[in-house]
């Protein structure tokens, strides 16, 4: 008979919704919004409460965040780092809370890896080194200047670092490609347009190739060179990351030369994750996102099969 309240507890237990809070980058960007969606609904579908928040690329908002989902007592937190610094004294106030933490998409640069359980997302350093891969094949052994320039992701982001070292690691290899001009976008398509102006009236009929860290600044960018009267995808190439439907739209229209996959379609693995951890199963520390490339020339046929 002393049995039964604590069976009921159980079962209650048993029955009690896992609570995930979830701080978000913001809405920059295309990509964003698809990750945002396929994280709602991987949510619904498993039965997970989500508290979802959106900071608003501000990284003073995501740490605020963070600390109200602790003050909250969720059963666990997952976010996107904006940026990768300044995150130990929030998740050591997680940690102390007995909250474990998972990242998602971007990374933190924190040497402590015990503040977090596992991080989810793409290898962007690869990402960059598809995009080298790419130009190289591109300009094959060919003896003539490339001038590359380079439109960056938000400073401090692991997106940005990553794609800029992947990307040089390969373009070093023929010392005839040079990136003559480097700049923020933060991932956003007005940005992109504004950094690419810029370029243009600086050294406009110089540049041979554009690298945008993610679609919609490369989409911003092709505004802009046809606003300045060349010919986006023809007088200027341009590589981009992420693989959204409107990169595909500029591919298949001749304006985007090429896209590399960022698969935004992580809500499931997060919620797999999360329903893992509290079963008390362990969880490996990196979890990788496996992506693909797609080039104008397939751009018709492979769309079909896109779902972002
Ligand atoms: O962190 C992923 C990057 O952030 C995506 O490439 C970009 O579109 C987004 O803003």
Redesign the pocket.
């Known amino acids: 008979r002393d049995k039964e309240p604590d069976a009921a507890q159980d079962t209650e237990k048993i029955q009690k919704k896992i609570v995930l809070g979830f701080s978000q980058?913001g809405a920059?960007?295309n990509?964003?919004t698809a990750n945002s969606e396929s994280i709602k609904t991987a949510a619904r579908d498993e039965g997970i409460e989500l508290l979802f928040l959106s900071a608003q690329q501000k990284p003073e908002n995501q740490i605020k965040d963070v600390r109200s989902l602790i003050a909250q007592q969720v059963d666990v937190i997952a976010f996107?780092p904006i940026v990768e610094y300044g995150w130990g004294t929030v998740l050591k106030e997680a940690k102390l809370a007995g909250i474990p933490v998972i990242i998602m998409?971007?990374g933190i640069d924190e040497q402590d890896k015990s503040l977090y359980v596992t991080h989810i997302g793409s290898d962007f350093a690869e990402q960059g080194r598809k995009a080298g891969r790419w130009l190289l094949e591109k300009v094959g052994d060919s003896n003539e200047r490339v001038n590359v320039v380079e439109i960056q992701?938000t400073f401090g982001?692991t997106?940005t670092n990553g794609r800029r070292e992947g990307f040089i690691e390969i373009i070093k290899q023929n010392p005839n490609i040079f990136v003559t001009n480097s700049k923020a976008g933060d991932?956003m398509r007005s940005k992109g347009k504004e950094v690419m102006e810029e370029f243009l009236n600086d050294k406009g009929s110089e540049i041979d190739v554009v690298y945008a860290?993610?679609?919609?600044m490369a989409l911003g960018a092709i505004e802009a060179i046809e606003e300045y009267g060349l010919r986006p995808g023809k007088d200027i190439k341009i590589i981009s990351?992420?693989a959204v439907k409107a990169a595909f739209d500029a591919m298949k229209a001749g304006k985007l030369n090429c896209t590399v996959e960022?698969n935004p379609l992580q809500g499931p693995e997060l919620m797999k994750a999360v329903k893992d951890l509290m079963a008390g199963k362990q969880l490996p520390k990196r979890i990788v996102i496996n992506e693909g490339i797609f080039r104008e020339e397939t751009a018709e046929a492979d769309f079909i099969n896109r779902n972002y």
């Open positions: 980058v920059e960007s990509w964003r996107s998409d971007r992701g982001s997106p991932f860290h993610n679609d919609d990351i992420d960022c």
